[in-house]
């Protein structure tokens, strides 16, 4: 019924995306994230995902 993720500021932009697009699939159902409830929590604070050999624009763009 509630799935928590801890420290998502660090995950990238598609995790989030494929958690998405799985839940609707086994959930059988079209809302967001299939219905389910989701908490996301991190310290904004934080390093930001690391992705080699990038512009700072695109570390940006690809994090939440």
């Known amino acids: 019924k509630l799935i928590v993720w801890d420290v998502y500021t660090m995950a990238h ?4 995306e494929a958690l998405d697009r799985t839940l609707k699939n086994l ?12 908490l996301l929590s991190g310290e904004f604070r934080q390093t930001l995902p690391i992705i080699s ?5 695109n570390e940006l763009n690809k994090c939440m």
């Open 13 to 16: 932009k598609r995790s989030l």
């Open 27 to 38: 959930r059988d159902n079209r809302n967001i994230f299939g219905g389910a409830m989701i």
């Open 53 to 57: 050999r990038s512009a700072v624009a």
